[in-house]
Nanobody, 112 residues
Framework: QVQVVESGGGLVQAGGSLRLSCAAS????????MDWYRQPPGKQREWVAR???????SYADSVKGRFTISRDNAKNTVYLQMNSLKPEDTAVYYC??????WGQGTQVTVSS
């Protein structure tokens, strides 16, 4: 079963930065788009960003201009650089691609 493992979360003050990583297993990574999602406490999971197999990117309006998604196919890894973090960015962050099952996620907490 192909899996992903998210890492890089933590506690940061408002205005700070974090870089999340998502390592995927298997050879399907390079041929598939990858998405980042997040689930704030008490709320439904929401889409954050996407990077296609050709590295075209798109973002939710709430993170546009602050977050950057990227990928390294040699490492089977997708990244989410998060700058100018706000308390409302607090959530568990997940990455997902069609061939991959949901991972455990990584907690991001932004203090005011």
């Amino acid at each position: 079963q192909v899996q992903v493992v998210e890492s890089g979360g933590g506690l940061v003050q408002a205005g700070g930065s974090l870089r999340l990583s998502c390592a995927a297993s298997g050879s399907a990574f390079r041929d598939n788009a990858m998405d980042w999602y997040r689930q704030p406490p008490g709320k439904q999971r929401e889409w954050v960003a996407r990077i296609t197999s050709r590295s075209f990117t798109s973002y939710a309006d709430s993170v546009k201009g602050r977050f950057t998604i990227s990928r390294d196919n040699a490492k089977n890894t997708v990244y989410l650089q998060m700058n100018s973090l706000k308390p409302e960015d607090t959530a568990v962050y997940y990455c997902k691609g069609v061939p991959f099952s949901w991972g455990q996620g990584t907690q991001v907490t932004v203090s005011s």
